[in-house]
C-alpha cells in the first residue's frame, strides 16, 4: 500500500462521520507551526519573513495540543521553523501519537541523529525529509554547505532505527527535473518510504521572485515529469497530478489544510496571512472564502500548491467519473519503502564529495535580520 493500513482506515472512517454529519468545511490535515525559528534561511521561505517579528516565539504543548483537539484532523503536519528546534518536540509527538492522530514531522534533517532518542517508530508517524535537489543544488536553496549530507545521514539513521522516512520536494523554475529523478532514485537505495512533490509558491515575503513559476510553467514541468517519476511512491493523488499538468481544474480547499501558528489560526491559508483567529470555528466561520481562488484573489492565480488543491483532491472537488476508482487503485498500487529493481545504483561521486547532480543558477540570498534569532535559539540543543 502506498500508505500505513492504519492511515488509510483512519482517514476513511474520518471522510464517512463527516459525510454523514452533513457538514461541508472540515480539515485533512492540521499544519502544526509550534515556532517559526529556523537555523537555515532557504531562498524560496517565506515563514522566516513573515514572521521574522515574532520568529522568537512558541507555542507551548498545551497549546498545540488544544489545537489538534479543536481541529480535529486526522493528520498532523508538524512544521514551522524547524520543528526539531522546539524543545519538546518529543512530549508533543508522544502526545499526538496517543490522540491516534498520524504525524508528518517536517524537517530539514539537520536535528534528527542528535534527537531521535526522544521519538519511537511508530506507523502513525513520519520524518518528512526537505530535499529540493542533489547535494550542490539543494546546499545552493538553503543557502548552506553541507546541509544535504548531514541529511542524508539522517535518513540512514532513521531508517536503521526502524522509522518511516518520505521525502519533501519543492518544484521551482529551474528545478532539473531529472535531477529530482535521480535524487529520488538514490533515496530509493536508502529505503525512503514515499515522496512529496509540489511546486512552490511566489511568497509576498519572499523577494527573489523569479525563482517561481507561472500557472503554465507549472503545467509544463509537471508534464515532463510525469514519465520520470512514475517509477517512485509518490505520495500525491493521481487528481492533483493531473491538475498540475492541466489535464483538469480544481478549486482551492484552503479549510482542508488549515495552520495553527503561535499567532493562531492563520487565515485564509498556509500561504497567504489576511487574519489570525484565536480558534478554528472563528476561522471555518469568519473567514470569507468565496472571495479566495484562482479568478478571486490576484494572489492566487498561480498557486498550485498542495495545501490547497491536495483535499480538494480527496474531497471530490471537480469530481469525474472514476475519480474514486483512481483514488482507491493508487492507494493500494503503492508500496512503501524498498529499493528499485531496475536502477539501483545511486549517484556516483565525482571525486570532490559532490553527487553528479545538476547545477542550477539558483542565488544565494543575504541572511535576513530574522536568522540570527533563529541561530540564538538554535543554540538551545
Known amino acids: 500500500m502506498r500508505t500505513p493500513l492504519s492511515m488509510m482506515t483512519s482517514m476513511t472512517g474520518y471522510l464517512v462521520r463527516k459525510g454523514l454529519s452533513g457538514e461541508k468545511k472540515f480539515p485533512l490535515t492540521l499544519m502544526l507551526e509550534p515556532l517559526h525559528t529556523c537555523n ?52 508533543l509527538t508522544r502526545e499526538i501519537l496517543a490522540r491516534k492522530k498520524h504525524i508528518y514531522l517536517c524537517t530539514n534533517g539537520m ?3 542528535k534527537r531521535l532518542p526522544e ?20 546546499d545552493i536553496l538553503v543557502e548552506r554547505d553541507g546541509v544535504f549530507r548531514e541529511a542524508i545521514e539522517a535518513i540512514k539513521a532513521a531508517k536503521t532505527a526502524g522509522f518511516l522516512v518520505t521525502s519533501n520536494t519543492t518544484i521551482y523554475k529551474e528545478t532539473d527535473i531529472e535531477e529530482v529523478d535521480e ?10 518510504d514515499g515522496h512529496m512533490i509540489s511546486p512552490a509558491y511566489s511568497y ?26 512514475e517509477r517512485y511512491n509518490i505520495m500525491t493523488t493521481p ?18 489544510n488549515p495552520t495553527y501558528n503561535p499567532r493562531g489560526w492563520k487565515g485564509p491559508c498556509y500561504l497567504m496571512t489576511d487574519a ?26 498561480d498557486c498550485m500548491v498542495h495545501v490547497g488543491y491536495e483535499a480538494s483532491a480527496v474531497l471530490g472537488g471537480n469530481k469525474k467519473f472514476g475519480d474514486t476508482w483512481k483514488l482507491l487503485s493508487w492507494t493500494f498500487s503503492g508500496k512503501m519503502g524498498g529499493v528499485l529493481k531496475d536502477r539501483p545504483s545511486a549517484p556516483k561521486n565525482n571525486g570532490n564529495g559532490q553527487t553528479n547532480g545538476h547545477g542550477v543558477s539558483f542565488r544565494p540570498r543575504p ?15
Open 276 to 301: 489570525h483567529h484565536e480558534h478554528f470555528k472563528d476561522l471555518i466561520e469568519k473567514t470569507p472564502w468565496e472571495k479566495y481562488g484562482r479568478g478571486r484573489d490576484p494572489r492566487c492565480a
Open 183 to 192: 535524487l529520488l532514485e538514490y533515496l530509493q537505495t536508502l529505503g525512503v
Open 204 to 229: 509576498a515575503a519572499v523577494d527573489t521572485k523569479d525563482i517561481f513559476m507561472s500557472r503554465e510553467e507549472i503545467r509544463q514541468k509537471f508534464v515532463r515529469a510525469r514519465e520520470l517519476l
Open 119 to 138: 521519538f519511537t517508530p511508530s506507523s502513525r508517524f513520519f520524518f518528512n525529509v526537505h530535499l529540493d535537489g542533489l547535494e550542490k543544488t539543494h
Open 111 to 113: 536535528f534528527i541523529r
Open 367 to 381: 541572511v535576513p535580520p530574522a536568522a540570527d534569532q533563529g541561530e540564538e535559539a538554535f543554540r538551545i540543543l
Open 239 to 256: 487528481v492533483y497530478m493531473e491538475y498540475l499538468r492541466g489535464e483538469r481544474e480544481l478549486m482551492c480547499t484552503a479549510w482542508g
Open 40 to 91: 537555515l534561511t532557504c531562498t524560496g521561505c517565506g515563514r522566516i519573513r513573515e514572521y521574522k517579528s515574532t520568529i522568537g516565539e512558541m507555542l507551548t504543548v498545551e497549546q498545540c495540543l488544544g489545537a489538534v483537539d479543536e481541529c480535529g484532523a486526522p493528520i498532523v503536519s508538524i512544521c514551522g521553523g524547524e520543528p526539531l528546534i522546539y524543545p519538546e518536540i518529543g512530549r
